[in-house]
């Protein structure tokens, strides 16, 4: 039987860690994860070295949990409105034709951060229902410190529908995040390691786990 093919589409490196991280530790013996970061998550925070820095702790985090192959481009860091959005969604699809991808995993609309904004809205465009699309799953993941702290009301709240249970995994997505030095903040702080572990009780107690990790399906085609 083949594979399910996952891409898991991140704004910045350490997004697809901080949404995904335990499920695609818990899936990938039986299924394929492609990670897609759209930039360097340098720009306008770090020096032009710092741009390297990153992706080498990507590439080792991304070790941890299993991914099967990681992708970068170069769109501008916290700038991407500058992009017309045809062209990130062009983007998207090169890499969902390129690697046959069935399920997709994407930032969530109401996230505080622009660049994930725009991340979700092009891909919502990439997957769309035509005839012969090939993604036939589309999920909004969740980022501690951007998804909770947009102050909005109304349906761009993050509303979870699926839940994953992490439990066994929880360490490994800490452990994977930990490569992100310069992410890393000290607790109290969404970012923080202990933080981390409350924010995946929270949604675990909310469906009767420990731990999870929390998704929004967005849509799903059964053939």
Known sequence: MKRLTNLIIAAHPDDEILGCGGMIKKLSKEEDFFVLILSSGAETRYEKAMENTLKNNAVE???????????????????????PILEITKLIEKYINKLQITRVFTHHIGDLNK?????????FTATRPIVGQLVKELYSY????????NCIEGEKNFIPNTFIDIKDELKYKIKAMKCYKSECRKYPHPRSPKALKAHSNYWGLVTGLEYAEPFKLIRKVSL
């Open 142 to 149: 969740n980022v501690p410190s951007s998804t909770e702290w």
């Open 115 to 123: 660049d994930h904004q725009l991340i979700a809205e092009a891909t």
């Open 61 to 83: 985090a991304n070790r941890i949990i299993g991914t099967k192959k990681i992708f970068f481009e170069n769109l501008p860091n916290q700038q991407m409105d500058i992009i």
